[in-house]
């Protein structure tokens, strides 16, 4: 990976995400119509839930929670379903219409438009700040530690982070990058944190 400057990755990563959700909505790739698409949702949240249930976060109307890089909020509204509370909800994306459409979806949940590396909320403010498929399209290793920072910094002590993201490169697809598990310590774990 090279750096490029930060404003540079954030443009590129604004561009190739508009690219990606014009494909993703005219082939139907990850519509749960989709047996492909469906299997792997529900893979994923079996893993997720059980992942909570292990680190004592089943209680989930008690906690505050973050999704870096959110969408159009689908993540944070299956989270509505586990028993979180649309007020201690919030998201944050670059994309504009994404957010938009994610609060006409729940106008209680907090969406924000933003960037990641520079978080809108204060310090300690979230018991679990998750990611899902982020890292792995940040080809600037500058912008992927200062988001990781950023997460660490508005996540409660006790707190989780969660990443979940590809690990392995696509040799067709130069616009992501394996987000593998030395990756994932190297900028994740601190002293006193768990892996």
């Known amino acids: 990976m090279k750096h490029v400057g930060l404003a540079e990755e954030i443009a590129?990563?604004?561009?190739?995400?508009?690219?990606?959700?014009?494909?993703?909505?005219?082939?139907?790739?990850?519509?749960?119509?989709?047996?492909?698409?469906l299997q792997h949702a529900q893979s994923l949240e079996r893993v997720l839930l059980t992942l909570l249930k292990r680190h004592d976060f089943?209680?989930?109307?008690?906690?505050?929670?973050?999704?870096?890089?959110?969408?159009?909020?689908?993540?944070?509204?299956?989270?509505?379903?586990?028993?979180?509370?649309p007020a201690h909800l919030a998201g944050i994306d670059l994309l504009i219409p994404r957010v938009e459409y994610a609060r006409r979806q729940h106008s209680v949940?907090?969406?924000?438009?933003?960037?990641?590396?520079?978080?809108?909320?204060?310090?300690?403010?979230?018991?679990?700040?998750?990611?899902?498929?982020?890292?792995?399209?940040?080809?600037?290793?500058?912008?992927?530690?200062?988001?990781?920072?950023?997460?660490?910094?508005?996540?409660?002590?006790?707190?989780?982070?969660?990443?979940?993201?590809?690990?392995?490169?696509n040799p067709r697809n130069r616009a992501v990058i394996g987000f593998d598990p030395r990756k994932v310590k190297q900028l994740f774990v601190r002293p006193g944190a768990t892996f």
């Open 12 to 37: 590129r990563l604004e561009a190739e995400y508009e690219r990606r959700d014009g494909y993703n909505t005219c082939s139907g790739r990850y519509r749960y119509f989709n047996e492909a698409a």
């Open 58 to 85: 089943s209680a989930l109307s008690e906690k505050k929670i973050l999704d870096v890089g959110c969408g159009a909020g689908s993540r944070l509204r299956r989270f509505l379903e586990y028993g979180a509370l």
């Open 109 to 169: 949940i907090d969406y924000q438009v933003g960037s990641a590396h520079e978080l809108p909320y204060a310090d300690a403010t979230f018991d679990l700040v998750m990611s899902f498929v982020v890292f792995s399209s940040i080809l600037d290793e500058t912008l992927q530690r200062r988001i990781a920072d950023e997460m660490w910094r508005v996540r409660r002590a006790g707190g989780l982070i969660l990443v979940y993201d590809f690990v392995y490169s």
